[in-house]
T-cell receptor, first 113, second 114 residues
C-alpha cells in the first residue's frame, strides 16, 4: 500500500543548530513534494515545493532535498530559532494527481534557547 | 482578514445530529478541498472540487457530503454524526492555473461528537 512516513517522535534541538526532518515514501511515483508548517490551533502553511527532477531547493534558512531513488526528502532549517518550533508536514502529489496531495502525519520540532 | 475562513471554529454535538461546516475563500481559487486531521494519521482528503460543477470523493468520503454553492464557498455536511467523526477539519484552496500549486488552509474546525 502507499505510505508516507515522518518521524513521529518530536525533534528537540538547541537554538542555532540545524534541524533535519525526514520524509520517506513507498509505492508512489511523485511528481513533486511540498513541505508545510503547522502551529497549534492553526492550519498548515505552505513553505517549499520541490519537483521530481530537482535535487535541492532553498529559501532563506530552509533547504529541501528530494531523492527519488531513496524515496526520501530531507527538510533542513539552518540557524534554528525558538520561533521555528512547530509541526512540519510533507505532502506528495503523485503523477497525474491533479493537485491532490497525500500528507504525512508530521514531525514536531522544538527549538530550545 | 483570513483568505480561507472556516466556521464554526469549535463545535460540540451529539450522535445522530446533522452538522454543517462552512468554508469561504477570498483567494479567487477554483479548487477547494476538505480534510480531516487525527492525531498520528495526518491530513486525509474527504472531498474535493475543481470548480462549481465538479465534485469528487476523496480517500474517506463515507458519512460525509459536500456542497459547492459558489466559487468561494464549499460546505461539508455530516448527515448523522457519529463519535468516530470527532476530529479537526480543514478546508483548503489551490489555484488551477497550472500544476504544482500549494494549498492554502483555513484554521480548522474542531468537532467533538458525544
Amino acid at each position: 500500500s502507499q505510505k508516507i512516513e515522518q518521524n513521529s517522535e518530536a525533534l528537540n534541538i538547541q537554538e542555532g543548530k540545524t534541524a533535519t526532518l525526514t520524509c520517506n515514501y513507498t509505492n508512489y511515483s511523485p511528481a513533486y513534494l511540498q513541505w508545510y508548517r503547522q502551529d497549534p490551533g492553526r492550519g498548515p502553511v505552505f513553505l517549499l515545493l520541490i519537483r521530481e527532477n530537482e535535487k535541492e531547493k532553498r529559501k532563506e534558512r530552509l533547504k529541501v532535498t528530494f531523492d527519488t531513488t531513496l524515496k526520501q526528502s530531507l527538510f533542513h532549517i539552518t540557524a534554528s530559532q525558538p520561533a521555528d518550533s512547530a509541526t512540519y508536514l510533507c505532502a506528495l502529489e503523485v503523477s497525474g494527481g491533479y493537485n491532490k496531495l497525500i500528507f504525512g502525519a508530521g514531525t514536531r520540532l522544538a527549538v530550545h534557547p | 482578514d483570513a483568505d480561507v475562513t472556516q466556521t464554526p471554529r469549535n463545535r460540540i454535538t451529539k450522535t445522530g445530529k446533522r452538522i454543517m461546516l462552512e468554508c469561504s475563500q477570498t483567494k479567487g481559487h477554483d479548487r477547494m478541498y476538505w480534510y480531516r486531521q487525527d492525531p498520528g494519521l495526518g491530513l486525509r482528503l474527504i472531498y474535493y472540487s475543481f470548480d462549481v460543477k465538479d465534485i469528487n470523493k476523496g480517500e474517506i468520503s463515507d458519512g460525509y457530503s459536500v456542497s459547492r454553492q459558489a466559487q468561494a464557498k464549499f460546505s461539508l455536511s455530516l448527515e448523522s454524526a457519529i463519535p468516530n467523526q470527532t476530529a479537526l477539519y480543514f478546508c483548503a484552496t489551490s489555484d488551477s492555473g497550472r500544476s504544482n500549486q500549494p494549498q492554502h488552509f483555513g484554521d480548522g474546525t474542531r468537532l467533538s461528537i458525544l
